[in-house]
């Protein structure tokens, strides 16, 4: 155990014995709610990514069209819209008395201005299908908006539900080197930043929809969960929500059990899972990569090291996301049968050893996880000791984020964590993505013999405007993925929420966003 970590528990037992004896730190003022984030929200964006935080983003920025629980699309700064027959043409009605945080008018020159901002950047966002397809917008007049597309895309509205990249600044802060400061439609407003300790928001006067109850929300940067469930035991924060890389499964559990703060969890959002490379040796390899998923015991996973929050996930999505539910049979754990898999693909296991070979060549594998993440790396210590115990050896790798993002990217990787987004991303986006070497995805898949066929599949189920064709290319597409073994599931993502002191805490739609207008003081 290094130093740091000794410091870390002697600090965490310090505190909380603090706490226990009564001198806990003081509740908020009075208005101000209390949250945390691993680091600062970053300049905030709308048309950018890191180090933009999109719960932070989604507080300032607001979209046409907003998605509800159950993939319902909802009007939101868009009142109306049509819909040319042929599906390429969208007709916006803008809502009325809008106006950016600065005053200046939201209109449909400033919805354009946004447009144009992102279209100038295609490169930055060729992720995202939807800006691919976008062929021209129109400001109509001052209330109303023309978007033209290539083909019939049919998630066009769930795309410009997105937290990113399609949301509006005022254009006075628009430049192409992007925003000058934050300045949205939004409930909040982004009004103070201290680097490395906090930042705050406040309460938006002139925002045109239902203020939210809280004037301020103070976000403290507390980079390790630990420090984090420190912080809420001893009062210096309200809330904690997210998953475990906000509150780790143990802590959640402790806090529940022992009646600290109200507790709860969300349904099943995404899904964690590894990608397994299929165009980089052994795991080119098709009985190797299916030796894995029988290797790998996701039961034991779920109950000891998740504490039973998230469910055990046996397919990329979880069935009650769109043309997901298709009865595809799970890699049951299986270590006999993950063997006699590696036996006839000739990784033999010489007597009295422990690692196969093949052609003189080990059975090697590298297993990539954010170095800094504990609970990545509980999670691969679990799979190495796995997959030790059928022969392979698993190096595991644990890099800073952008080094592990790197590596997503250029393939180098045997394995390596690539959660699904959710919620309006599942499946549409996400599978978009699988195109292009933006994500570990494409690297994944990089070594199958049909990726051609697939990516052709993928582009053909986009644009598609019939519903039986639609699931008929989905099918297709997710059971080649599933019967190809290049995604190893473990287990469907679930945010959790710790509150202290504050009313109507629940969950959105999507994981990336935090209902925070919800929420009140409790009396």
Not at 73 to 78: D, G, S, T, V
Not at 309 to 319: Q, R, S, V
Not at 328 to 333: D, G, N, W
Request: charged letters at 20%.
């Amino acid at each position: 155990m290094t130093r740091w970590r000794m410091g870390l528990i002697g600090a965490a037992a310090a505190l909380l014995a603090t706490a226990a004896a009564g001198h806990a730190v003081a509740a908020s003022p009075k208005g101000t709610l209390t949250y945390s984030w691993t680091g600062n929200v970053g300049p905030l964006d709308p048309h950018r990514y890191a180090p933009n935080q999109m719960f932070a983003q989604a507080m300032v920025y607001e979209p046409l069209v907003r998605y509800r629980d159950g993939g319902a699309i909802e009007p939101w700064l868009a009142t109306a819209w049509t819909v040319s027959p042929d599906g390429r043409t969208y007709d916006f009605t803008l809502r009325e008395g809008v106006t950016f945080s600065d005053g200046t008018p939201f209109d449909a020159a400033a919805v354009k201005a946004n447009f144009d901002a992102v279209l100038a950047d295609r490169a930055r966002h060729d992720w995202l299908e939807l800006v691919a397809q976008i062929r021209s917008v129109e400001a109509l007049d001052a209330r109303k908006l023309r978007l033209t597309l290539k083909d019939p895309y049919y998630p066009t509205l769930l795309e410009l539900a997105l937290i990113r990249p399609v949301r509006f600044a005022a254009p006075s802060v628009l430049t192409p080197d992007g925003v000058t400061k934050p300045v949205g439609t939004g409930p909040w407003m982004l009004t103070g930043t201290k680097k490395g300790e906090y930042d705050v928001f406040t309460r938006n006067p002139s925002y045109w929809g239902p203020k939210p109850a809280y004037e301020r929300i103070v976000v403290k940067v507390i980079p390790d969960p630990t420090a984090r469930a420190v912080a809420f035991e001893t009062g210096e924060i309200d809330l904690i929500y997210g998953g475990t890389g906000q509150i780790s499964a143990d802590s959640f559990t402790r806090f529940k059990a022992r009646g600290t703060g109200q507790t709860a969890v969300s349904a099943p959002l995404a899904t964690r899972t590894m990608a397994i490379n299929s165009g980089r040796a052994p795991t080119n390899d098709l009985a190797v990569r299916k030796a894995i998923n029988h290797a790998v015991d996701k039961d034991a996973i779920v109950a000891k090291l998740l504490y039973g929050l998230e469910p055990k996930a046996d397919t990329l999505f979880a069935a009650n996301f769109p043309y997901s539910d298709l009865g595809l049979t799970p890699y049951a754990y299986d270590p006999a049968r993950a063997a006699r898999l590696l036996d006839e693909a000739g990784w033999i296991l010489p007597p009295g050893g422990k690692l196969r070979v093949r052609d003189g060549q080990p059975l090697r594998v590298e297993l990539c996880f954010i170095g800094n993440d504990a609970r990545e790396r509980t999670l691969a210590e679990a799979i190495q000791a796995n997959l030790k115990a059928v022969g392979f050896d698993a190096q595991l790798v644990g890099e800073e984020e952008n080094a592990i993002e790197a590596r997503q990217k250029d393939g180098r990787f045997g394995l390596i964590f690539g959660d699904t987004w959710g919620a309006p991303y599942d499946p549409h986006s996400f599978v978009g993505s699988m195109r292009v070497p933006t994500h570990a995805d494409y690297q994944a898949q990089r070594g199958l013999p049909m990726k051609t066929e697939i990516d052709a599949t993928i582009s053909a189920v986009l644009v598609t405007t019939d519903e039986t064709t639609r699931r008929a290319l989905y099918r297709d597409i997710l059971t080649t993925l599933h019967e190809q073994a290049v995604y190893l599931p473990l287990s469907h993502l679930t945010a959790m929420a710790v509150s202290r002191g504050v009313e109507g805490v629940g969950f959105g739609a999507s994981a990336y966003e935090i209902p925070f207008g919800a929420m009140r003081p409790a009396p």
